[in-house]
């Protein structure tokens, strides 16, 4: 028996990265997937998003784990959309018991400014809750939430050298330290119904996300069209352990422990893998 045996998973932005890997390894330990993606370009983000191509891999990867897959292009922004691929995922494979909250964007640098606050806070904020809200209806004791914050949102950043420069990626951390609060509050409703939910906090992560140029150019501001070479090493900036980033399997596997039952009584967390990040950063306190 899987530690999700029999479960069925509900999965934003599955359609490559964090999403995909967090399906496959979901799938692996027993649970069918319900897999959503925007699998399209948004026009104020810098770096390509994932294609159709990229979620009927997914359900590719899933399928060779010998569980069910049901997919479907929803933009979170809409929560008509992914009401209705959720709706029909349930009809498709009979229920839903993990929700994990994983489609996002990261606006640095994006282009017109304003326009990239928006679109990064309506994909990583009101997406979060768009895809929580329309699973809440169907969630019973013994269902589990979980929301992709980031280290960002843990960061101070008060201490802004260039107001205004970069709306893009101030809304990145904005929306995830607004997204953290939002399941802390929600776990309380949620916690005398028996569903528990709790935000993972990644720090850098080796996805598309980070691997781009507009990613590079938030590293490495002193060079005018930074690669990859130049930005990778000041990635460790961010851990305190030697390292320049995380892969997404070391969250898929956080997750799995959250939403699986050897975690029945977590709630309300807001668990870092983060490499010492928070450490580095923070002085302790409760």
């Given at each position: 028996?899987?530690?999700v045996?029999?479960?069925?998973?509900?999965?934003t932005?599955a359609?490559?990265g964090?999403?995909?890997s967090?399906a496959?390894?979901?799938?692996?330990?027993?649970a069918d997937?319900?897999a959503?993606d925007?699998?399209?370009n948004v026009?104020t983000?810098g770096?390509?998003?994932?294609?159709p191509?990229?979620?009927?891999?997914?359900a590719?990867?899933?399928?060779?784990?010998?569980?069910r897959?049901?997919?479907?292009k929803?933009?979170v922004?809409?929560?008509?959309q992914?009401?209705k691929?959720l709706?029909?995922?349930?009809a498709?494979?009979g229920?839903?018991?993990?929700?994990v909250?994983?489609?996002g964007?990261?606006?640095?640098?994006?282009?017109p400014?304003?326009?990239?606050?928006?679109?990064v806070?309506?994909?990583?904020?009101?997406?979060?809750i768009?895809?929580?809200q329309?699973?809440?209806?169907?969630?019973?004791?013994?269902?589990?939430i979980?929301?992709?914050g980031?280290?960002a949102?843990?960061m101070?950043?008060?201490?802004k050298?260039?107001p205004?420069?970069?709306?893009?990626?101030?809304?990145?951390?904005t929306s995830?330290r607004?997204l953290s609060q939002?399941?802390h509050?929600?776990?309380?409703?949620?916690?005398v119904?028996?569903?528990r939910?709790n935000?993972?906090?990644?720090?850098?992560?080796?996805?598309d996300?980070?691997?781009?140029p507009?990613?590079?150019k938030s590293?490495r501001?002193d060079?005018?069209?930074?690669?990859?070479?130049?930005?990778?090493?000041v990635f460790?900036?961010q851990?305190?352990?030697?390292v320049n980033?995380?892969?997404?399997?070391?969250?898929s596997?956080?997750?799995?422990?959250?939403?699986?039952d050897e975690a029945?009584y977590?709630?309300?967390?807001?668990?870092?893998?983060d490499?010492?990040?928070?450490?580095?950063w923070y002085?302790?306190?409760?």
């Amino acid at each position: 028996m899987g530690r999700v045996q029999g479960k069925v998973a509900f999965i934003t932005g599955a359609a490559r990265g964090q999403g995909r890997s967090h399906a496959v390894r979901l799938a692996e330990e027993g649970a069918d997937i319900i897999a959503v993606d925007l699998c399209e370009n948004v026009d104020t983000i810098g770096y390509p998003m994932a294609t159709p191509e990229d979620l009927d891999e997914t359900a590719a990867f899933v399928e060779k784990t010998g569980q069910r897959i049901y997919t479907a292009k929803a933009d979170v922004r809409d929560a008509s959309q992914l009401k209705k691929a959720l709706e029909d995922g349930i009809a498709a494979l009979g229920g839903v018991d993990i929700v994990v909250a994983q489609a996002g964007i990261a606006g640095m640098k994006g282009n017109p400014p304003l326009q990239a606050w928006t679109d990064v806070i309506n994909t990583n904020l009101i997406g979060t809750i768009n895809a929580i809200q329309v699973s809440l209806p169907h969630l019973r004791e013994g269902a589990a939430i979980v929301a992709t914050g980031s280290t960002a949102a843990l960061m101070d950043a008060h201490n802004k050298p260039n107001p205004g420069g970069d709306p893009g990626g101030m809304a990145y951390m904005t929306s995830k330290r607004l997204l953290s609060q939002y399941v802390h509050d929600l776990a309380t409703e949620l916690a005398v119904r028996g569903i528990r939910a709790n935000v993972v906090h990644p720090t850098n992560c080796n996805t598309d996300m980070l691997q781009s140029p507009p990613m590079y150019k938030s590293f490495r501001p002193d060079l005018e069209n930074p690669t990859r070479a130049d930005a990778e090493p000041v990635f460790g900036v961010q851990q305190a352990m030697k390292v320049n980033f995380i892969e997404p399997e070391d969250i898929s596997n956080a997750i799995l422990w959250l939403v699986s039952d050897e975690a029945r009584y977590v709630t309300g967390m807001q668990l870092r893998v983060d490499a010492g990040g928070y450490l580095k950063w923070y002085d302790y306190h409760i």
